[in-house]
């Protein structure tokens, strides 16, 4: 599993839906859909309509993947950041029940409030 302990987990950009969707689609259940993917360098966070898909490509290879599954259902508490003037970065903060605190940092032009938005309507179903 990744290590969530440390500052910042991911620099995030967004990505093409599609690559998501080719990444985790043999993971994902009955009715849940890719909705938005982000890229950092190898990695990749994948946001469904029902969890966050964090992807850690592993080795040089790259065929070595763990891929860690946030359920919104055991979000207790969410924060987003937008980016300033100067602090170009953006983030999303988590902190899950039997996990803890889980952040993703966000960097160029992605959309965090609409981030926000889609965390906020699937966790406080």
């Known amino acids: 599993m990744i290590d969530f302990k440390t ?4 620099k995030l950009k ?7 969707e ?4 043999n993971l994902l259940t009955e009715g849940e859909q890719v909705v938005s993917a982000y ?3 190898r990695d990749m966070v994948v946001f469904t ?5 964090a992807v850690n490509v592993q080795k040089l290879t790259g065929k070595k993947k763990d891929f860690t599954s946030l359920p919104y259902a055991k979000i207790s508490v969410f924060s987003v950041e937008t980016a300033g003037v100067m ?5 999303l903060d988590f902190w899950f029940s039997g996990l803890g605190h ?9 959309d965090i409030v609409r981030i926000g938005k ?3 309507s699937y966790a406080l179903r």
């Open 22 to 25: 080719k990444l985790v689609g």
């Open 39 to 41: 890229r950092e360098i």
């Open 14 to 20: 967004q990505a093409d839906i599609t690559d998501g």
């Open 118 to 120: 889609l965390i906020a």
């Open 102 to 110: 889980v952040r993703f940092e966000f960097t160029g032009r992605s």
């Open 49 to 53: 309509n029902k969890r966050v898909i």
């Open 7 to 10: 500052d910042t987990v991911f």
């Open 87 to 91: 602090d170009l970065d953006s983030e």
